[in-house]
Nanobody
């Protein structure tokens, strides 16, 4: 059973940058980043499949850059040009099959890390 440990996050002013990292205890077919703002559903923002192809949600495209290391156990998210709307808990997730944008399709989650943009 894969376990995920996140790091990074914090508080930043609008226009600033933050970097998140997620270390997995093993390989998995799909890794993803989700976020959840207060009172809102968990939203998928980026995912990467076994072929290494990375997909982004429209809300973060052009501002966020995800990357996965060659060993395929570290999944990172560089967040630039942050906006107050980016505030929320950010979660790393993994799935043993193809990626999906729905949080309900993932059973493996990191502990979450808070991102606050003021």
């Amino acid at each position: 059973h894969v376990q995920l440990v996140e790091s990074g996050g914090g508080s930043v002013q609008a226009g600033g940058s933050l970097r998140l990292s997620c270390v997995a205890s093993g390989n998995t077919k799909c890794m993803a980043w989700f976020r959840q703002a207060p009172g809102k559903e968990r939203e998928g923002i980026a995912n990467v499949d076994m072929a290494g192809k990375i997909f982004y949600a429209q809300s973060v495209k052009g501002r966020f850059t995800a990357s996965k290391d060659k060993v395929e156990t570290t999944w990172q998210l560089q967040m630039n040009s942050l906006k107050p709307d980016d505030t929320g808990m950010y979660y790393c997730a993994a799935r043993p099959s193809r990626c999906d944008w729905s949080a309900y399709q993932y059973s493996t989650w990191g502990q979450g890390t808070q991102v606050t943009v003021s």
